[in-house]
Structure formats: C-alpha cells, structure tokens
C-alpha cells in the first residue's frame, strides 16, 4: 500500500471502478504467469524495520513527522500509521555469500542515521513488539500520522463495522486485559521486522505452504511482545492486538463463518499465488482505493510490465500473516515474493538477524527436503501451532509430522536449526554469518530465553518492589541500554530498581506514579465494612462509585473516625458511606503532571487523588505514600550523582 494517493471511494461509481481495475490487474497477473513473464534468477531477499520513538522518560513521542521532513533526502524512511513510529525500506540483497551481513550493516547504518536526529530531541529508538511504557491515551486519533491514506483506512474500517460501541480488546494471560478503545489505532502498538523472500512462480505453492507450517515455530522463537498497558499477556500479544484492532467483523446472531481480516490461512494453498488473492477479493471488501489507475490490461496489449496498483492497494488492507507480493525489479521484470509478517521487532538488530536467517534458511532446508508439505501435516494443525505459539512462546508443544506431537525447543534443536543450517548452505552464504546467527538462535533454546520470556521474568521481579508503571519505565531503559550494545537477549541480566534513576521528577506525569490496583465502595456500605476493608488493605481513602462504575465521591479514614464517635456519643444508627463521603473530590486525568498533582494536595490538604477519565471512571489513585515514594526515589538518584 505504497501508494500515497489512496483514499476512501465516497460513491458506488468510485467503487466500481476500483472494483474493475482489481479484476482487470487479477487476469493481467494470471496473464503474466501464464506467458512467463516473472524473473527467476537471482533470488532476492528484502527486509523493512519498524520502530517506536520514546522520549526522555521512555514514553511514546509523537515526533515522527518532524523527524521525516528534516532527513526526508533518505528514501528509505517513511511513515507508520502513528506519528511515534517510523519505518525503514531496507535495499534487496542477492540472497548467497554476505547477503545477510549487508541487511544487518544496513539497518544498523540506518538506525544510526535517525537515532543522529532524533538526539537533538533527546529522544530515543526502541525495537521491541510492543512498548512497555505504551498507555491508552497514546492512541488517541490525534497521534495518527498526517497522511491521508491513513485516515481513510481508520474511517473505511470504522464504516465497516459499528463504531459506536467502540473496540473491544480482551485477552487473558498472567494476568486479564479488558479495554475498550474509540479507534483502530490500537494497531499502532505493534512494531515488526518484516522479511521478504523472493519466489519463482512455479515454486510459489511449495514455499508459501512451508512458510505457513514454519510460522509457529519461528513465533516461539522470536516472541518479544508480552506486555500491553502494564498487562502480562501473551508472549507475542501482537498477534491478538493486530487481529482485533482491524476486525470489521460484527457480532452476529447467526454463527456464519466470517473470516477476519488479519489471518493466517483457513486450508493449504492449492494452485498457486493468484489463488490467495482470488480469495482475499471474493472474502474482504474493498476499504480504500485510489483514482486515475492505469489500465493493467493495456499495458499487457502494449507489452509493457503494469504495476497492478488496485491489486497491491487491495493486498494492503488483507493482513496475511504471510502476505503474498508482487513487485517490479530494478531490471523491469515482475517478481513474487512470501513476506513474513509475524517477526516482531527486537530485540536487537543481531536478534532480528538471527530470526530472519532462521526462517530464510528454514525455508531453503524443508524444501529441499521435504517439499511438498500437504499430505504431512493438517492445516488444522498448523494453525494450532501458530495460536499456541503467540500465546506461551517458547513454552509449548507443537504437533508435527506423522500426527507427533514434540516440544519446542525439541523441534527447534533437533529438527528446524539443522534444516535451517542446511538452507543457508545451500545458498552459499558466509559460514561465519551462518554460524553465528544460528547460534543466536540456539543459544536462546539452550537457556531458554526469548524477549517475552526476558520481558516477563524482568518486569514480574520490578513490579515485586515498585508500581507497575515506574516497572515498565525501568523495563524500557534497560531495552535501550541493552539494544545500544546489539548483544543478544538471552545474554541479558534483569534489570534492578536501583539501575535506573528518576531525573526530573516533576516532569513526570501521574500515570508514572499511581497504583491501579484500587479498592472501591458503593454508596450503600456501612461503615462497619469500609473501616474493616482499609484495615485490611493498609490504606486511608477509598473511592466510591455508583452500579454504573462511576465515581461519585471519595471517603476517608478521618471521616470513618468520626462516624465512630458519632455513633458511641450520640447513639446514630447505622451509617453508610453516602452519609460521610466527601461528593466532590478531585479527580485528575492520567496525564496530569506530578508537579500539579503535588500543588493540588497542598492547597486542598488531601492525602489522595482520584485519578479518572472524562467519564469518571476510575483509573487509579494518587496518595501522599506514592509521592513520597518517587521523591525517594529522585534522591537517591541525586545522591548517586553526587
């Protein structure tokens, strides 16, 4: 979805129109394929990095468009769908000899060329699938990236669906995500390396099966995105966020099997490419298009090569999870290619390689020796493995030819890494390349730690001794510090609360500080119960919300006390929190600054704030005891300096 110029199609004619010319580019494709007209030779590899910007307190910064203009002489940087991301187009290699090695200095080159600019904005690149530090109100639609094609995709998603009722994400790990989000932008939590292998038309059916067989396996592998909101889910949460962030799928009071947009396959693939996309234009309508398209019919008539720019718009908005391509070379011949979408980013640029030269070899070996993969295994089965994968990572166990069932990292050490090893070798890439990347991989079977399992293991250990979002800050600086290094993951140590020091405190905003793990009461409860549950809990207030969850006042241990006495001295009967609770308090948003949070406890004398959103639903709670516990924090950071 290249195209710059695409937009919604705001009549039935417009509609049409699209319509015809993606008919007209399906038969051009079949055409070509037909009459042999794609490139065979050499066999290219390709590779796109997406990034997430953080500022100086790792959280999101929406920077990316400024950022864009000042090195816009690098074509090989563009947009994201959010204004914190940016992604860089990696040129294609020959895949034999150093082909690998170039894709890793080019990245790395390249990184360093944006991490240059981005330094005059103290701000920094992070790989990962998913920012730890990332929070909802990240992904309000003002943070979409200025381009038109961006809005029209977000709109035509929304049109194809209710919109009203919002986006429901639920998903269930170590611990339970349950939000509901205005806009699709919860895609833009995902960032992934995306890896291109180059196909000769008459081997595409062979290598796209195995591609899909393989996707499990290097998902478990490769996963590094087990947080979203502060939430331990699954180790590759991407995988689930992607599906149901786009999903124009409606609940139904039928149960007609409808497919959702990003999906890894329901069957084999049969025939050959133009069957995918035979499927993906009878099953998904058509979201956005672009005017004034050429006719792909008549440049075929004139022999000349047409870029199939309805067919590529239309591919754009099927989320395969191995995504068919089609493309022109520099030498003016059309190509196919199987791009594996499923690697997330991170969590060094040595870990991507690693992952993209185990899934490239991988591919090579079980072709060579198996080929035909159909009649070893179901597809059910196939797709089992991926869904098992994004959920427990490298913790699981896949099925396998001959209906085996084996670990992961059986299959990984005994089966996968030596076919991979193999592929490689037989694409006469650099053995030091291959050696070293496969030992990445191996290493991280070996000791059993993959990003998630590194993500988790940190993050559960900091959360133990601190709230969870000053965890997730220490959890990202470590990312980065780490990352500037490019050692592998699995040579990592976890983090400590004490290798991170908070500077600038005051320019810390209240999400960093809160406890969301908050106790509530109704306006109903006797007092008896609320002065047992503060007991309990060791805490001083507590808000009060009505059956519709919103808050509607807050109560105190001071007012508790003195119920107690009213009751002792002057004989009251029984009270309840609507009698003492004080009905206004304050209430705050998430991303009021710590300094006028702290102003608003001295001049109201409040030990505690409510922290909501506009609709009064409870967030999480301020009190004195986590301001005091980050004004240590600053200090022993200033000690340290001193």
Not at 201 to 229: D, M
Request: net charge neutral.
């Amino acid at each position: 979805m290249g195209n710059q110029q695409v937009s919604r199609l705001n009549s039935k004619k417009e509609n049409q129109n699209f319509i015809i010319a993606l008919l007209k580019d399906l038969h051009s494709l079949k055409y070509m394929l037909e009459n042999d007209w794609f490139e065979k030779d050499p066999i290219r590899i390709g590779a796109e990095q997406e990034m997430v910007l953080v500022d100086s307190y790792y959280k999101p910064n929406p920077i990316a468009p400024q950022i864009l203009k000042r090195l816009k002489k690098y074509k090989w940087l563009t947009s994201e769908l959010s204004k914190f991301n940016l992604e860089i187009n990696l040129s294609p290699q020959v895949f034999k000899g150093a082909a690998l090695q170039k894709v890793e200095k080019e990245v790395q080159d390249y990184l360093d060329i944006v991490q240059k600019e981005l330094d005059k904005e103290d701000t920094h690149i992070i790989l990962t699938g998913i920012l730890p530090t990332l929070r909802k109100y990240d992904l309000d639609m003002k943070n979409v990236f200025p381009k038109r094609r961006y809005r029209s995709l977000l709109s035509a998603i929304n049109a194809q669906r209710d919109a009203n009722h919002g986006y429901d994400l639920r998903l269930r790990g170590i611990d339970e995500l349950v939000v509901r989000h205005d806009s699709p932008l919860l895609e833009a939590c995902n960032t992934s390396f995306q890896v291109h292998l180059q196909v000769r038309p008459e081997e595409y059916r062979t290598y796209y099966n195995i591609a899909q067989l393989l996707t499990g396996p290097i998902l478990a592998v490769s996963a590094n995105s087990p947080l979203l909101f502060g939430r331990r889910l699954w180790h590759e949460t991407r995988i689930a966020l992607f599906q149901q962030s786009i999903d124009t799928r409606t609940v139904r009071e039928h149960m007609r099997e409808l497919s959702p947009r990003v999906i890894l396959g329901n069957r084999w693939m049969n025939k050959g490419v133009v069957e995918l996309f035979q499927e993906d234009i009878a099953r998904f309508r058509v979201l956005i298009g672009a005017k004034n398209i050429e006719d792909s019919i008549e440049k075929i008539q004139n022999g000349e090569v047409p870029k199939l720019s309805a067919l590529q718009i239309h591919n754009g908005t099927v989320y395969r999870w191995n995504r068919p391509c089609y493309g022109i070379s520099e030498n003016g011949k059309p190509h196919l290619r199987v791009e594996n979408r499923v690697l997330p980013a991170g969590p060094t640029v040595a870990d991507e390689m690693a992952n993209t030269a185990f899934w490239l070899g991988a591919m090579v070996g079980m072709k060579d020796q198996y080929g035909d993969v159909r009649d070893k295994i179901e597809f059910v089965d196939v797709r089992d493995n991926f869904a098992k994968a994004a959920r427990y990572g490298i913790d699981n166990t896949f099925n396998w030819f001959g209906d085996q069932k084996i670990s992961s990292t059986d299959l990984l050490k005994e089966i996968l890494i030596p076919l991979a090893r193999e592929g490689l070798e037989k694409r006469k890439i650099d053995s030091k390349d291959t050696d070293r990347y496969l030992d990445i991989i191996s290493s991280r079977v070996e000791k059993h730690m993959t990003g998630a399992r590194w993500q988790l293991k940190s993050y559960t250990q900091l959360k133990s001794g601190t709230e969870k979002e000053l965890a997730q800050t220490i959890l990202t600086s470590a990312i980065r510090q780490n990352q500037a290094t490019n050692q592998p993951v699995h040579t990592w140590s976890l983090p400590k609360l004490n290798d991170f020091k908070l500077n600038n405190m005051i320019a810390y905003t209240v999400s960093e500080a809160m406890i969301t793990d908050v106790f509530t009461v109704r306006q109903e409860d006797v007092i008896e119960m609320v002065a047992e549950m503060m007991i309990w809990k060791h805490i001083k207030q507590v808000p009060v919300e009505n059956a519709k969850g919103r808050i509607v006042g807050m109560v105190s241990y001071k007012q508790i006390i003195e119920a107690f006495l009213r009751q002792k001295h002057e004989g009251e009967g029984t009270i309840t929190v609507r009698q003492i609770m004080e009905k206004k308090p304050i209430i705050i948003g998430e991303e009021t600054p710590i300094r006028k949070a702290i102003e608003l406890m001295i001049t109201n004398r409040s030990e505690a704030l409510i922290v909501a959103n506009e609709d009064k639903e409870l967030l999480g709670i301020l009190s004195d005891l986590e301001i005091m516990g980050m004004i240590n924090r600053y200090l022993q950071g200033t000690e340290d300096e001193a």
